[in-house]
């Protein structure tokens, strides 16, 4: 069993930069894709970021503004937010996809296992 725990999350202000971290139980993450995902109140589940060995996605929103990166000696992976609004207020969770894919899948129900998730509200 992995266990994902996610921690960064907190209250900034419009413009403002927060770094989620993702830590995995687990050396196996290493090989897997690893994702992020956000929800917001009344939202469906939606990807933010993925990274596999070799390749990294962004939704459209984020792109440019947030940068998914991992560290496999710390089994951990970041996501780097920068000029953070309002409407990226929501819950972020990370997880991780077993399966060796050369590109992250956007897909959530590609995703083995889930952290508990880490509330970023950005407000003034």
């Known amino acids: 069993q992995v266990q994902l725990e996610e921690s960064g999350g907190g209250l900034v202000q419009p413009g403002g930069s927060l770094r989620l971290s993702c830590a995995a139980s687990a050396s196996i993450f290493n090989n897997g894709v690893m994702g992020w995902y956000r929800q917001a109140p009344g939202k469906e589940r939606e990807f933010v970021a993925g990274?596999?060995?070799?390749?990294?996605d962004y939704a459209d929103s984020v792109k440019g503004r947030f940068t998914i990166s991992r560290d496999n000696a710390k089994n951990t992976v970041y996501l780097d937010m920068n000029s953070l609004k309002p409407e990226d207020t929501a819950v972020y969770y990370c997880a991780l996809d077993l399966a060796i894919r050369n590109d992250a899948s956007r897909r959530v129900q590609e995703y083995d296992y889930w952290g508990q998730g880490t509330q970023v509200t950005v407000s003034s």
């Open positions: 990274i596999s060995r070799s390749s990294t």
